[in-house]
């Protein structure tokens, strides 16, 4: 799962001889082919301060699938020999069951449920807006604390949050493109309830992706996209989600009908979304082309890919419950990642190897704060 993006910095600093140029595609991903870094046309970064953008979309809507939703585990209704208790489960239904239908009916208030409330109830899930927002400004000396030490790393995802999908059969190794794009516009809006807030709060502008699925290669803001692939494209006017319809094609066969393929790369894809909008992408730039040797290089690549994993680890540790997901769900979620890429270490590969992928989603979903993904601090064989 690729992420392309320009360099931030054109022309500021000395390249070193031999390095490869932005738009060189020498680099690309070995299991899809070539990525392609081209369109250096981002901002200003030599402005001195940082300008987090506000929040540029219209009124916000609320994305509540028709129907609503309702809870999916009713209250206990056991049997009892004592009257009493039956009267107080009686009572206790008649008024869930109340406010379930007052909810239902109006649309927009906090989600009841018998078991557990969930969280982010009152965030306005945004749509996506005709053109995004730019991308924070930073200098060449904010790089080491927006890797670091990023405002991100001090949040910690709520949990548990709604999210209304259910674990649809696989869509087969060519989904239809209507169908795909329907589910994954409805964990978009998952995403973006469990990540809302805690973007926000780290002062960072949340932005809706636009989704594009294509079933022949099309071309975007970052090149022509490959079939078997997902995509964030970083280009500051696109900005995008891309998804072919034959991705699970890449996958062995076990993995690619499980219920939770698409889902799981989709997360990926919008962790790097989030990692644009934090300025990672922009610091990891910096880094790539300070770097001295092109194996330096793809470790600045493998951390980001190694912290897309984790953010998505972290994502479903909000969304399990309200997905069932349960043992069995968390490893099929777990094994997506976990079948991505190389099976063996290989320093030349854009992404780190299977073994690195699974740990970093599974530290993102077993541990918190987000700190957990700071995949800068963390030493060359756990990103390899
Ligand atoms: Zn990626």
Not at 39 to 61: A, E, S, V
Not at 240 to 252: H, K, S, V
Request: aromatic content about 8%; overall charge neutral; glycine content about 8%.
């Amino acid at each position: 799962m690729s992420v392309q993006h320009p360099s931030p910095w054109p022309g500021q600093r000395p390249q070193h001889p031999g390095q490869p140029q932005w738009g060189n595609p020498q680099w690309g991903n070995p299991q899809r082919g070539q990525q392609q870094f081209s369109q250096p046309q981002f901002g200003q970064p030599q402005r001195p301060q940082q300008q987090w953008g506000q929040p540029q979309w219209g009124p916000p809507q609320q994305q509540l699938q028709p129907g609503g939703w309702r809870p999916q585990q009713q209250p206990p209704q056991k049997k009892s020999v004592l009257p009493v208790v039956i009267v107080c489960v009686v009572a206790l239904v008649a008024v869930l069951g109340v406010t379930a239908l007052l909810s239902d009916r109006g649309g927009d208030g906090p989600v009841v449920n018998p078991q557990r409330t969930y969280k982010n109830e009152d965030y306005k899930v945004p749509t996506a807006p005709d053109s995004p927002p730019p991308f924070p400004r930073i200098t060449y000396g904010d790089v080491e604390d927006v890797l670091l030490r990023n405002k991100l790393y001090d949040q910690e995802l709520p949990v548990p949050v709604r999210c209304e999908l259910t674990a649809a059969p696989a869509p087969g190794l060519a989904a239809d493109p209507e169908a795909l794009m329907q589910r994954l516009d409805a964990t978009l809006d998952c995403l973006l309830r469990v990540w809302g807030p805690s973007i926000e709060a780290a002062g960072y502008t949340v932005v809706r992706p636009k989704l594009f699925v294509y079933d022949s290669p099309m071309q975007n803001g970052c090149g022509k996209t490959e079939m078997g692939n997902a995509q964030y494209c970083g280009a500051k006017d696109d900005q995008n989600i891309y998804f072919a319809t034959d991705l699970p094609t890449i996958f062995p066969e076990q993995v690619a009908t499980g219920p939770w393929v698409f889902e799981a790369v989709m997360a990926h894809e919008f962790a790097h979304a989030l990692q644009g909008r934090a300025a990672i992408l922009l610091a990891r730039g910096a880094k790539y082309e300070q770097a001295e040797t092109k194996t330096a290089q793809t470790f600045q690549v493998k951390r980001t890919e190694a912290q897309a994993d984790c953010f998505s680890g972290a994502f479903f540790r909000s969304v399990e419950q309200s997905l069932n997901l349960g043992a069995e769900g968390k490893t099929t979620v777990l094994n997506v990642f976990g079948n991505l890429g190389r099976s063996t270490p290989t320093p030349e590969s854009t992404h780190p190897y299977q073994q690195n992928r699974r740990m970093w989603a599974t530290r993102g979903w077993d541990s918190t704060p987000l700190g957990v993904c700071g995949t800068w601090a963390a030493t060359d064989d756990e990103v390899i």
